[in-house]
């Protein structure tokens, strides 16, 4: 039997994980109407127009080549060709030393093996140490996740420079958070799945594009599918009526359908689900203790130059609060005369979020200047800092129980968003999961809308089975 019009179903919020769920129901026949509170698609994947400054801003989102579903969904939406591959990452210290990251011959996990030895940014004994530290990856990563990533570096016995030289950078980059706050499932995860199984499964993907500018072609295929997408459409709370009906009212409208899948952050699920517990006088929220999660910001400071300062797409920073530069206007190609647009981000951004919009620049474009002298010749034409303080969930240790599976105990109720169960942090991948798993669910086949993994390669093929 066909699932056509089987179904018809209210997607809440159209983030990455709300258009994936509306793309794969309407896929298999569903009649989808997606609501979302603000004017635009993208949720904290976003970007916007900045009067001030007149340019479009957004907050550099990156993906690795193993986050598989939302690559998939880039294609289905015939927008891979504007993501930007690298294959490289550039490591700078102040001075401007450089260590490269890169694959070579050898076969995985030791594909980086030779340009990692001869990284300047580690002594032979870090480099000792961070080998066998990443070898306890090798087969997988735990899958309990109640040990913190601090402890694991102690037990380990992790140099204080592979640490700041090797560890921080891609921990706090990839999990936003500091050690104590990362479970060393997650950390392994990262590790295990972009640095040791195969060279694609961490080739480094950019938007090319302003990010609602590049998630629109999904909105797009929602639309051309037949879903309903109603911008400004924000809905309060949900109820049960009768004939076993959900029962929305958005933009002065009334929504009616038989399944609802509630992709919003899980301080708005919250809500919505306190709603429906005062509506019908019973527990709504009796399975999940949102009081467990908790969220980490990141700062972005945004500088425009009369000229390319960085010669570099892209690099991490060592010994600084900046973990990333991204020279924009470089991986957007634009013409030299157009001079430079770079982002730097700050991670798990904490102190940042007392500190003023000039304290954050003058401090900021100090520490740059010490890996990009050029900046010193060139003139910075504006300026902008971007703060969000909720920028992602936080896999704090022993979470994983509390992140609820997208099916609920309510018949035709569904959740999805990063923080739900994907087994994956806060990314768009992890949005993207669960918003096909809440659609797999809704259909009575979990599983059914899910990107197949990277395959392993090399000797991680036999690692892997162990
Ligand atoms: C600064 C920053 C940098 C990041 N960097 C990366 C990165 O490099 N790589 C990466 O993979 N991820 C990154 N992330 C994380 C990534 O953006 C998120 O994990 C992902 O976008 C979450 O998607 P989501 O759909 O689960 O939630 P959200 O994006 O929060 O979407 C929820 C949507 O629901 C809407 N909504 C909420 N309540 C209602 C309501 N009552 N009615 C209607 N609509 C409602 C919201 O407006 C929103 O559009 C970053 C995030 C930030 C903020």
């Known amino acids: 039997?066909?699932?056509?019009?089987?179904?018809?179903?209210?997607?809440?919020?159209?983030?990455?994980?709300?258009?994936?769920?509306?793309?794969?129901?309407?896929?298999?026949?569903?009649?989808?109407?997606?609501?979302?509170?603000?004017?635009?698609?993208?949720?904290?994947?976003?970007?916007?127009?900045?009067?001030?400054?007149?340019?479009?801003?957004?907050?550099?989102?990156?993906?690795?080549?193993?986050?598989?579903?939302?690559?998939?969904?880039?294609?289905?939406?015939?927008?891979?060709?504007?993501?930007?591959?690298?294959?490289?990452?550039?490591?700078?210290?102040?001075?401007?030393?450089?260590?490269?990251?890169?694959?070579?011959?050898?076969?995985?996990?030791?594909?980086?093996?030779?340009?990692?030895?001869?990284?300047?940014?580690?002594?032979?004994?870090?480099?000792?140490?961070?080998?066998?530290?990443?070898?306890?990856?090798?087969?997988?990563?735990?899958?309990?996740?109640?040990?913190?990533?601090?402890?694991?570096?102690?037990?380990?016995?992790?140099?204080?420079?592979?640490?700041?030289?090797?560890?921080?950078?891609?921990?706090?980059?990839?999990?936003?958070?500091?050690?104590?706050?990362?479970?060393?499932?997650?950390?392994?995860?990262?590790?295990?799945?972009?640095?040791?199984?195969?060279?694609?499964?961490?080739?480094?993907?950019?938007?090319?594009?302003?990010?609602?500018?590049?998630?629109?072609?999904?909105?797009?295929?929602?639309?051309?599918?037949?879903?309903?997408?109603?911008?400004?459409?924000?809905?309060?709370?949900?109820?049960?009526?009768?004939?076993?009906?959900?029962?929305?009212?958005?933009?002065?409208?009334?929504?009616?359908?038989?399944?609802?899948?509630?992709?919003?952050?899980?301080?708005?699920?919250?809500?919505?689900l306190m709603s429906l517990s005062a509506s019908t006088g019973t527990e709504a929220v009796q399975n999940v203790d949102f009081s467990r999660f908790t969220v980490a910001p990141i700062t972005t400071v945004h500088l425009w130059y009369d000229r390319d300062v960085t010669g570099l797409d892209h690099a991490v920073l060592l010994d600084t609060r900046i973990q990333w530069v991204f020279a924009k206007s470089r991986i957007r190609r634009w013409p030299a005369e157009r001079g430079s647009y770079l982002e730097l981000v700050i991670s798990a951004s904490w102190p940042e979020l007392d500190m003023g919009r000039e304290e954050i620049l003058s401090s900021s474009i100090q520490e740059l200047e010490q890996f990009f002298p050029a900046i010193k010749q060139a003139t910075l034409i504006k300026s902008g800092v971007l703060k969000e303080a909720r920028a992602t969930f936080s896999v704090t240790p022993g979470l994983d129980r509390f992140r609820p599976k997208q099916a609920t105990q309510w018949p035709g109720l569904y959740l999805a968003g990063d923080w739900t169960a994907t087994e994956w942090p806060s990314t768009m991948e992890g949005a993207v999961r669960s918003g096909r798993l809440a659609a797999g669910a809704l259909m009575g086949d979990a599983n059914r809308f899910m990107a197949p993994e990277l395959p392993a390669q090399g000797l991680m093929r036999w690692l892997n089975r162990q």
């Open 1 to 272: 039997m066909s699932d056509s019009n089987q179904r018809d179903v209210i997607v809440v919020g159209a983030g990455v994980a709300g258009l994936s769920a509306a793309v794969a129901l309407a896929d298999a026949g569903a009649d989808v109407t997606l609501l979302e509170r603000r004017p635009y698609i993208g949720g904290r994947a976003y970007s916007y127009d900045h009067p001030a400054l007149e340019e479009t801003i957004d907050s550099q989102h990156v993906v690795v080549g193993c986050c598989t579903n939302i690559l998939d969904l880039c294609n289905q939406a015939g927008m891979a060709d504007t993501i930007r591959w690298y294959e490289e990452l550039t490591f700078l210290e102040p001075g401007g030393r450089r260590s490269l990251l890169r694959p070579g011959s050898l076969p995985a996990p030791a594909h980086q093996a030779v340009s990692f030895l001869r990284a300047p940014m580690l002594s032979l004994r870090d480099k000792s140490a961070i080998a066998t530290g990443l070898a306890r990856f090798f087969r997988g990563y735990p899958a309990d996740d109640t040990e913190s990533f601090a402890t694991w570096l102690k037990r380990t016995g992790q140099t204080e420079r592979a640490i700041r030289h090797f560890w921080e950078p891609v921990v706090v980059g990839a999990l936003n958070d500091t050690f104590e706050r990362c479970s060393v499932k997650y950390a392994g995860k990262v590790f295990h799945e972009s640095f040791l199984r195969s060279a694609p499964a961490g080739r480094l993907g950019i938007p090319a594009a302003p990010l609602s500018e590049f998630f629109s072609p999904i909105a797009d295929l929602a639309r051309r599918k037949g879903v309903a997408v109603k911008l400004k459409a924000g809905i309060e709370s949900i109820e049960q009526v009768p004939g076993n009906r959900w029962q929305v009212q958005a933009g002065g409208e009334t929504y009616t359908a038989s399944s609802v899948v509630l992709a919003t952050s899980f301080k708005q699920t919250e809500s919505l």
